[in-house]
């Protein structure tokens, strides 16, 4: 239900706040949450509102998608050298 409302809240301020908050708001939920894919929506959303007309931008997307790949494996690095002490 956490997750739900975080994503509700982040999608609301991608049309209110300027988008580096939103942007802040996503990489703050990739390590909050398991398993957060939402960001991948998100960083679609933000090229759509936030992109230039005319011309392919998948600046966010990309990004959104380098860290949440990245993030799966730092997690699951994180989890082993914990349990291994």
């Known amino acids: 239900m956490k997750k739900i409302i975080y994503l509700i809240l982040?999608?609301?301020?991608i049309f209110i706040l300027p988008?580096?908050?939103p942007v802040i708001?996503?990489?703050?939920?990739?390590?909050?949450?398991e398993n957060f894919y939402h960001i991948l929506f998100i960083g679609f959303l933000l090229d759509v509102f936030y992109g230039g007309l005319g011309k392919l931008n998948?600046?966010?997307?990309?990004?959104f998608s380098?860290?949440?790949i990245s993030s799966l494996f730092i997690?699951?690095?994180?989890r082993?050298?914990?349990?291994?002490?």
């Open 58 to 63: 998948i600046f966010f997307t990309l990004i």
């Open 25 to 33: 708001l996503s990489i703050f939920g990739i390590f909050i949450f």
């Open 10 to 13: 982040n999608i609301v301020s």
């Open 75 to 78: 997690k699951d690095y994180i």
């Open 66 to 68: 380098i860290l949440y």
């Open 19 to 21: 988008w580096y908050i």
């Open 80 to 85: 082993i050298s914990f349990y291994a002490k």
